[in-house]
């Protein structure tokens, strides 16, 4: 099965910040990859898939990019409410996310 | 709307058997591939099972193959998940989710439902 490596693990920013979370998968892939923002209590929710596809609704703050085995999730200016866990997903066999990466207010 | 309901959690004991329930509404789940993940408190999610209901085709992770089953009974509109000869690991809070085009991607999720196994 294909493993998923999230990096960093946490992360603190500031409103305003350009923040941006890496996603390595140990087998390549062409572009199966979802990433979704989970808060405290609440079921995940999509915002990409396809590495870019951005989710309707989605703030265009939020950006996704990589192919093969890097992917990368971007918010280019950091609002309040992203403040989160992000989670990235291999869909190319068995789904399997990474490990999440909290982002915290600094 | 799209709305996913679930339902059946509890405590129960190791060796135990419970049957989770996930009620959709605003789609039809016999078009779509459906799915648990689950995650225990303060961790990371974990893929477990799918289920397309108009083929009966399923799939289940390693951890739970043998032990769980995956059914829906499509009149009810309904997703269920039998957990039998469960363990102290699989305490988490279970999701039922939707997949995107035919793809493992989870565009609606219900709001999770607690199993705890312990003695």
């Known amino acids: 099965d294909i493993q998923m490596t999230q990096s960093p693990s946490s992360l603190s920013a500031s409103v305003g910040d350009r923040v941006t979370i890496t996603c390595r998968a140990s087998?390549?892939?062409?572009?199966?990859l979802a990433w979704y923002q989970q808060k405290p209590g609440k079921a995940p929710k999509l915002l990409f898939y396809g590495a870019s596809r951005l989710e309707s609704g989605v703030p265009s703050r939020f950006s996704g990019s990589g192919s093969g085995t890097d992917y990368t999730l971007s918010i280019s200016s950091l609002q309040p409410e992203d403040f989160a866990t992000y989670y990235c997903q291999s869909f190319y066999s068995t789904p399997t996310f990474g490990q999440g990466t909290k982002v915290e207010i600094k | 709307e799209v709305q996913l309901v679930e339902s059946g959690g509890g405590l129960v004991q190791p060796g135990g058997s419970l049957r989770l329930s996930c009620a959709a509404s605003?789609?039809?789940?016999?078009?779509?591939?459906m799915h648990w993940v689950r995650q225990v408190p303060g961790k990371g999610l974990v893929w477990v099972s799918r289920i397309k209901s108009d083929g009966g085709a399923t799939d289940y992770a390693d951890s739970v193959k043998g032990r769980f089953t995956i059914s829906g009974d499509n009149p009810k509109n309904t997703l269920y998940l039998q957990m039998n000869s469960l363990r102290v690991e699989d305490t988490a809070v279970y999701y039922c989710?939707?997949?995107?085009?035919?793809?493992?991607?989870?565009?609606?999720w219900g709001q999770g439902t607690l199993v705890t196994v312990s003695s």
């Open positions: 605003g789609f039809t789940i016999n078009y779509y591939w």
């Open positions: 989710a939707r997949g995107v085009g035919g793809y493992s991607v989870y565009d609606y």
């Open positions: 087998q390549g892939f062409s572009n199966s």
